[in-house]
């Protein structure tokens, strides 16, 4: 198993396509080669690092199946983007890839989104338990940069979301594990199903004081802060600084490197590569890195990535 820790470790390690195809088949097959069109049959490998399916007799490579495929762009490439999007801080945005790659801006932006539906945390999963803070934030463009005329008016249409916000869910454990959701408003028939999806019931939760989280005690201890109040840890010592804390990252990343510019369409790939590089901070940049190229699994065409949309909801 190859060893790298730095971008530089990176390109000694793959200098080439086959360095590259090699170490993304020991990832995706380590029992052994798998043949995508039978699981069954007996695989031949050829020159050239193909392989050939014996029952079907297809040809294929360590690409079919994978984000990577149909891809013109070299992996050695693809290793550099994911590098790039898993390890820095704040990601990178398609435009600095495109000059880091020497790609056009929208091949940039389409790998970045192949990249980001292999950051859906197969080892993130389970539903959080203990104690969980949850809340709301929203992100986006700022109303006071509007034209004067198309300002929104937050005391006369208190029942309708600013055009230019997008609300996001969170919730996060005590050690740390956190998960996100686009969301389309915070009303309660939209906040309570995602408490009950993601937190293991006989949970504490804690939140504001929002009037939408009203009736999960049912199910969860629940505990509230009251910061209309200016009260920032409640009489049993519960807080939600660790959500608040986590929105500030996520904000950081959305305005310092995409600055601000994310559409609604798009908004939960952005958030699901947020919160994988939140979950595995305590990670190795080899270990993340290894962690994506396992859950490569799944094309994704461009088309897809234009015209689908990948929220849960309908705005």
Partial sequence: MKQF??????????????ACEEYLVELRWPDGVKSPFDPESKV???????????????????????????SNVPLTKWFIALFQLSNNKKGTSSH??????????????HMLHRLRDSFEQPLFISKLDGIIAVDECYVGGKNKNRHRDKKFDYSKELDKEC???????????ADGKVRTVAIPDVKKHTLQPLVYEYVRKDSTVVSDEWKSYKGISESYWHETVDHGKKEYMNDNGFTTNKIENYWSVLKRTING?????????HIQRYCNEISFRFNTKDMS????????????????????VVYENKTRFNY
């Avoid at 820790?5 to 080439?16: G, T, V």
């Avoid at 940049?285 to 897809?304: H, K, P, W």
């Fill in 257 to 265: 490197t995409y600055n601000n510019h994310i559409s609604r369409k």
């Fill in 5 to 18: 820790k730095s971008l530089l470790d990176l390109l000694r390690a793959f200098p080439d396509e086959r």
């Fill in 163 to 173: 055009p230019d916000k997008i609300a996001v869910w969170g919730a996060i454990s």
């Fill in 285 to 304: 940049t080899q270990e993340r890195f290894d962690m994506v190229l396992r859950n490569c699994e799944g094309r994704l065409s461009y088309q897809q």
């Fill in 44 to 70: 031949y490998r050829l020159k050239g690092g193909k392989f050939k399916c014996r029952n079907t007799g297809k040809r294929f490579s360590c690409k079919v199946g994978t984000i990577f495929q149909d």
């Fill in 96 to 109: 600095q890839l495109a000059k880091d790659l020497d790609v056009k801006q929208e091949t940039a932006w």
